[in-house]
DNA sequence: GTCTATACGACGATAGAC
DNA sequence: GTCTATCGTCGTATAGAC
């Protein structure tokens, strides 16, 4: 009783697939690379290779949420600024993977596209890990708490996107600056 | 002596098809809508638009540039949050340009696509005048100071961008919350 | 279940006639 | 300035070998 289920040569093959097509999209931006593209160097043809995928969409979502599942394995626990800092090092390193992040985005505005739910369940996870870790710097009296932890937390998040969205355009943006300079106003001013 | 240089016919067809564009995009969104469609609404063939333009990403960035002079002409003077108020409504009007819009900010990461320069001057052009519209608060000593206006500019204008790219996934969440919160944040605090 | 071959319709782009 | 015709490529769909 050999591999069954969804543990056999199949799931091996649609991971690498997974991971071959990050690589391309890294590579070449998310612009101008085709599937059969990404096929050949499966080694595939292009019906072979969507013998794993409902449409191109669908693989681009799975490529995403991979790579979700990576960063999220690496980044357990957020930390801060800290963990910002090697969230959009990665980032930085991988361009075409930020262009294809970008552009699901904009796709995933559609609610039938496969991305669509990829986003909203990024963001319902987002924020509250973000939020308790406000909470926590708040209860330790090293933040001030004018605002809810929550309405914080929306404004780090979307401040992280929107330098992104930047930077796409212009590479020496500094990411990391706006962030620093936001936590900094958020330290608890009447110390000073 | 009749219509001649850039002033003639061609101009105002080529406007024309700016503006059948723009209403085409902003109902259809940006995925799914062809040249040949727009083509059809201005009763022409795909070479008889193609005429007018390069091709059809250099089509799209001109209609983001004719939204963005419009804007300009309508909020000549950043007011703060009433004039974010004002912009923001315009995108919730029109989910298909928003859309457009982040999908080309994506593609222009490449700094051969046509709208490479059309985002590198955006963002030249409206941290400026953020920046401006801070100081004159902080003389007012309606603001704090801790950080100079140019870098709480780069917050505001990246908060507004990211905002939208969680608004596209989720229509419900609050687009002016954030901005009225660190506005909140920024405001003189030691007179609470 | 895994994969190849082939074909289809639509896209953006271009050549050349009028 | 606008057309018809055509090109190469894209994502997709189906038939069928193994």
Redesign the interface.
């Known amino acids: 009783m050999a591999r069954r289920g969804p543990y056999g040569k199949g799931e091996a093959k649609r991971e690498e697939i997974l991971q071959v097509a990050l690589e391309v999209f890294a590579q070449e931006?998310?612009?101008g690379t085709s599937l059969r593209k990404v096929a050949a160097r499966c080694h595939l043809s292009l019906p072979g290779l969507m013998h794993y995928f409902n449409s191109k969409e669908d693989l681009l979502t799975q490529v995403l949420r991979a790579r979700d599942a990576s960063a999220r394995a690496r980044h357990a626990e957020f930390k801060g600024a800290e963990t910002y800092r090697s969230i959009i090092q990665e980032g930085a390193d991988t361009?075409g993977l930020?262009?294809?992040f970008?552009?699901m985005?904009?796709?995933?505005?559609?609610p039938t596209h496969p991305a669509?739910g990829l986003?909203?369940e990024r963001?319902a996870e987002i924020r509250p890990h973000v939020t308790d870790y406000l909470r926590r710097r708040m209860d330790e009296g090293a933040l001030r708490s004018?605002?809810p932890p929550e309405?914080?937390a929306?404004?780090l998040?979307?401040?992280?996107?929107?330098?992104q969205?930047?930077w796409?355009?212009?590479r020496s943006?500094d990411m990391q600056?706006?962030i620093d300079?936001?936590m900094?106003?958020?330290a608890a001013?009447r110390e000073a």
Do not use: C, K, M, N
């Open positions: 931006g998310y612009r361009p930020v262009e294809l970008v552009s985005a904009a796709a995933a505005s559609d669509h986003f909203a963001y004018d605002l309405r914080l929306a404004i998040v979307a401040l992280a996107d929107g330098i969205l930047q796409l355009t212009d943006v600056q706006p300079d936001i900094l106003l958020l001013p």
